[in-house]
Structures are given as C-alpha cells and as structure tokens.
C-alpha cells in the first residue's frame, strides 16, 4: 500500500484563496478586477503612446514599453485565475495548469529583473556618456538587451519548473495560496525537500538580493553624478531615475521577503504576493507617467487624437 501511494501521482491541487469569507471574496473580486482592469489600461496606454508617438522613439521610451508590455504578461498569468476562484466554490488546478502556471509566473518575472537591470544600464550610459548615448544604446544593441532579459527569464524558470516537476507528489494536495508558486508547491512532495529548498533560494532569493544591491548602487552612483555633474536637464534626469528607483524597490522588496529564507510559511505570504502580483504591474505606468512631462503630454496626444 505504501509503494502504491508513492507511486501514485497529484492529479490536480486544491488552492485555499485569500480567505474563507464569502463576503470578502465578493469584495476582493471588485477591488481585484478593477486593479486589473487599470492595469491593462495604464500599460496599453504607455504601450500605444510610445508607438505612434515619434518623438518618443528613443531607447528610453522603447524600454519603457517593453516593461509595460512584461508588466501586462505577468499580471495576466495569475489574475484571471484568482479572479475567477474568488467567486467559484471550488478553487482547483489541475497538475498541469499548476506547473504551467509556475513557469509562465517565473518567465516573467524573471524577465522583469533582468529588464530592470537593463533600464539601469540605459539610464548610466545617458548620464555618463550623453555624447555617445545613441551610437552606445542603438537599436541593435537595445533589441539585443531586450531579448536578453527574456531569455534570463526563460532559463531561471525552467531552472525552477524542473527542479519541482521532477518530485513525487502523492498527497496532500491543498495549496496554501492562490496561485502556484515554488514554495508552496514544493513542500507538498512526498519526500524530503531540503536540498531543493536551498537550491531553490540560491536561484530566487540570493540572486534578487545581489541583483537588487547591484540596481541600488548603481543608481545611487547615477544620482549622484546628476547632481554633481549634469547642470541642464537635472530635474528631468533626477524624476527619470527617482522613478526607475521606486519601481525596483517596490519589485524587489516583495521578491526578497518571499524567495530569501527558507521556505515557511509567514502570515504577511500571501498579502505580500498579492502585492506583487496584482498591484505592482498597476503602479509602474503610474509611478512612469506621473513622473515624467514628456510622457504625460504625449498620452494627452494621443487621447485628443
């Protein structure tokens, strides 16, 4: 019987949700739906207004709309689902959805760090070398580093996905979320997942940290240089980059709190991943456009248009 169990496989997950309360539930979809519904808005918005508008057809801007357009993935891969379970009596995923879910959740999320490092980038050649800035940062090279970060993604996922598909799941198969993620997933394995678990926190957790030490120095050596060394333009350069910085922090600091320590479960878990998943990818176009006149006139364009 015991060789029966071990052998028998997880056909689809139970997922717990937010909360128990029905009347909660009702209440989180409006506020959810309504989130989703401005992040598709927002996102579309920079998305459509960096294409038509010709006068931001520079590195900057297309960046930018690559980061609306991965803002706009990621939210998209775990939304609909919880929106749909908030009013569904039964929250199930089946075994497959689950793992395609994970590797969707981390490709993009991935793609998001490493596409943060490449806004860092463009913004220090533009300060330091504002001479050169457009024959450094051209489009080859920009269509490289967007490329670049997508295939980051793609091999931390996978790294991800395979070190949970290949454990033996037997039972039980409540999830304590509302969507598939490593560390949830992984401890329900019939099996001993310690070595995972570190395997898994070097891959997540350790490379946020060092990556999001790297973003922080880097921006304050680019901050100080506006303010030491760049006497026109320095409010815009200064908005520009305090905007970058607010969106690393508000990526990164969710991203630590759950992927940098072992893998236990912590009452804040799932406040923190609704925060990351939902709302981060709604305030970035705000945080950008807020921020940024240039930006702001021309959606005001492209709206009267």
């Not at 998209?76 to 395609?100: A, E, H, R, Y």
């Not at 060092?210 to 320095?234: A, C, D």
């Not at 992927?259 to 176009?285: C, E, G, H, Q, W």
Request: with cysteine.
């Amino acid at each position: 019987m015991e060789q029966q169990n071990l052998t028998s496989r997880v056909r689809e997950f139970l997922l717990v949700g937010l909360t128990q309360s029905l009347a909660l539930q009702r209440f989180l979809f409006v506020v959810f739906f309504i989130v989703y519904m401005m992040t598709w808005l927002g996102n579309l918005t920079i998305i459509t207004t960096v294409i038509t508008d010709h006068q931001l057809h520079t590195p900057m801007y297309f960046l930018l709309g690559n980061l609306a357009f991965i803002d706009l993935s990621e939210s998209s891969v775990t939304v609909p689902k919880m929106l749909w379970d908030l009013l569904s009596k039964q929250k199930t995923i089946t075994f497959g959805d689950c793992m395609s879910q994970m590797f969707f959740f981390h490709f993009t999320g991935g793609a998001v760090v490493f596409f943060l490092m490449v806004m860092a980038v463009d913004r220090y050649v533009a300060i330091h070398k504002p001479l050169h800035y457009f024959r450094i940062m051209n489009w080859s090279v920009c269509v490289g580093l967007v490329a670049g970060a997508w295939l980051g993604g793609f091999v931390h996922s996978i790294v991800q996905v395979a070190l949970t598909i290949q454990l033996p799941f037997c039972g039980p198969n409540t999830l304590d979320n509302f969507y598939c993620d490593v560390p949830q997933v992984i401890k329900l394995a019939c099996t001993d997942t310690y070595m995972v678990e570190l395997l898994m926190v070097s891959n997540s957790g350790l490379l946020t940290i060092i990556i999001f030490i790297i973003l922080i120095v880097s921006y304050t050596v680019i901050l100080v240089k506006i303010r030491t060394h760049v006497p026109e333009g320095k409010h815009k350069a200064l908005s520009t980059c305090g905007a970058q910085v607010v969106v690393v922090s508000i990526h990164f600091m969710p991203c630590i709190f759950i992927y940098a320590r072992p893998f236990r479960k912590f009452s804040m878990d799932k406040a923190v991943s609704a925060l990351y998943t939902v709302i981060t990818p709604m305030l970035n176009p705000m945080i950008y456009t807020l921020r940024n006149t240039e930006m702001k006139n021309a959606i005001k364009m492209v709206v009267l248009v």
